[in-house]
C-alpha cells in the first residue's frame, strides 16, 4: 500500500509565487502534495483547520493575518506542523519571531535557489517520516548528537536562539547527571570527527556509562563525562592516540550546571578557533598579532580591512602586514577568509541556517556573491556540501 503524502499548505500574498512554488517543485519527490495555496494568514488559518498540513510554507508579510501570527497559531494547535518562512525583507527580526515560535527555516524570496528549498523538504521528509508522522521531536532522547550540535552552533554565532531552551530540557532529563561535577574534553581529529567516525567510537567505549559526544564544528567533538570518570577517559584517549597520532585533546575545568556549562562551551569555542582550528600558539606570538586574530575571530561578520586591524593594534599597516606573516605564516586576507571558510563549512552543516544568513554572518553582500566564493575555494556549491556532509552522516 503507498505511503500518506504529506500535505502542504503555502500562503503568500503574491500569485506568482504560489504558482511558482506548485509547478516548479517536484513534490512527488519528496513524498508531498499541496492541498491549498491562499493569499493571505486569514484564508491560511482556514485552510490549515480544514486540511491539517504537515507543512506549511508561508511569505512574513501579507494582508489581514501575516505569516508570524500564522505560525503562532498553526504552532499552539499543531505543534508538529513544519514552518518554512519566506519573506523580500532582508531584516532578520521578523524572521527571528517566526524561529522563537518554532519556524524551521527563512528563505528570501529575492535570493534563495530551488536546491536551498528542496534541502528543507528533503529534512521535513526525513522528521516527519513517509505519511506525516512525526518522529519523537527531542534530539538528546534519540541520540542525535548532530541535531542538537546544529542548534548549539546558531545560538553560538547568533543565527538562532532554540538551543538555551533545549539545554534547559536536557539538564532535567537527559543529561541531569551534568549537574554534578563533570569533565569537558574538547577533542580534534581532522577527518575522523568531521564523518561521525570518532564520535561513534566514543560512544562505543562506554556502553552503559554517563558520557555525552557532541561534533562541534569541523574536525572537533565536546566530550562530556562525569568528572570521577575523567582519569579512564585519559587512558581511553591514550590508547586511541597510539592508534591515531592526529588525535588531540584538551580538558578544561571542570563544570556543574546550566551557567558553567554555558561559559565552558564558549571557553571551548574560543580555543578551538584561536588554538586548533588555526594551528596557531597565540601565547607565543608578539600581542599586537595574537590581538589581531582575536579581532578577526570575533568579527568574521565584517569585512576588515589591513588598515583598520593595523590601526587598531597600534602599528603601521606595512609593519603590521610582514608581522602578522612572518608570525602566523599567510598574509591577512588569506587567514581572514581562511576563518571565514571554517565558519561557513560549519554553519552548513548545522540543519536549518539558509545560505544568506551563512554570507550575513561572514561579512558577504548577499547569497549569490558568497555560493559563488564557497563553489571557489572548495570547488562545491554550498548545497553540494551541505548533501555530502549529511549523506556522510548517514552511513554512521
Not at 506548485?22 to 502534495?33: A, L, Q, R
Request: include cysteine; glycine fraction near 8%.
Amino acid at each position: 500500500m503507498n505511503a500518506k503524502p504529506i500535505k502542504v499548505l503555502i500562503a503568500d500574498d503574491e500569485v506568482i509565487i504560489r504558482r511558482g512554488l506548485i509547478s516548479t517543485v517536484p513534490w512527488d519527490k519528496y513524498g508531498m502534495t499541496v492541498v491549498a495555496d491562499v493569499p493571505n494568514g486569514s484564508r491560511g488559518w482556514e485552510a490549515f483547520l480544514e486540511h491539517r498540513p504537515d507543512v506549511v510554507i508561508t511569505d512574513i508579510v501579507m494582508p489581514e493575518m501575516d505569516g508570524i501570527e500564522l505560525a503562532r497559531k498553526v504552532k499552539a494547535c499543531e505543534p508538529r506542523t513544519k514552518i518554512l518562512l519566506l519573506s523580500c525583507h532582508r531584516d532578520f527580526e521578523y524572521a527571528q519571531q517566526g524561529i522563537k515560535l518554532g519556524a524551521s527555516g527563512y528563505l528570501l524570496k529575492t535570493s534563495f535557489n530551488d536546491e536551498e528549498l528542496e534541502e528543507f523538504l528533503a529534512a521535513f521528509r526525513q522528521e516527519l517520516g513517509a505519511n506525516g508522522t512525526e518522529a519523537p521531536r527531542h534530539a538528546a532522547d534519540n541520540h542525535t548528537a548532530p541535531a542538537i550540535s546544529g542548534l548549539l552552533l546558531e545560538w553560538l554565532y547568533g543565527v538562532g536562539d532554540r538551543f538555551p531552551a533545549e539545554l534547559d530540557r536536557l539538564l532535567q532529563g537527559a543529561w541531569s547527571w551534568m549537574n554534578a561535577p563533570t569533565a569537558l574534553y574538547l577533542i580534534s581529529a581532522p577527518g575522523k570527527c568531521s564523518d561521525g567516525t570518532l564520535e561513534h567510537e566514543l560512544r562505543g567505549c562506554a556502553p552503559g556509562e554517563l558520557c555525552e559526544v557532541l561534533p562541534f564544528g569541523e574536525g572537533h567533538l565536546l566530550l562530556f563525562v562525569p568528572e570521577a570518570g575523567q582519569r579512564e577517559w585519559d587512558s581511553r584517549l591514550s590508547e586511541r592516540k597510539a592508534e591515531r597520532p592526529e588525535l588531540h585533546w584538551s580538558r578544561l575545568a571542570p563544570l556543574a550546571g546550566r551557567e558553567a556549562w554555558i561559559d565552558a562551551v564558549r571557553k571551548a569555542r574560543g580555543q578551538m578557533e584561536l588554538e586548533k582550528r588555526y594551528r596557531i600558539s597565540v601565547g607565543q606570538w608578539p600581542a599586537p598579532i595574537a590581538e589581531a586574530v582575536q579581532l578577526i575571530v570575533r568579527h568574521t561578520d565584517t569585512q576588515l580591512s589591513v588598515s583598520e586591524v593595523a590601526h587598531e593594534v597600534g602599528l603601521s599597516r606595512s609593519h603590521f602586514s610582514t608581522l602578522f606573516k612572518k608570525t602566523v605564516g599567510e598574509s591577512f586576507v588569506s587567514f581572514t577568509y581562511r576563518a571565514k571558510l571554517k565558519i561557513a563549512c560549519e554553519l552548513l552543516a548545522a540543519q536549518g541556517i539558509t545560505v544568506q544568513e551563512i554570507a550575513d554572518k561572514i561579512g558577504m553582500p548577499d547569497a549569490k556573491y558568497f555560493s559563488k566564493w564557497f563553489k571557489r575555494c572548495t570547488g562545491k556549491t554550498p548545497s553540494q556540501y551541505r548533501s555530502e556532509r549529511r549523506e556522510a552522516r548517514s552511513v554512521i
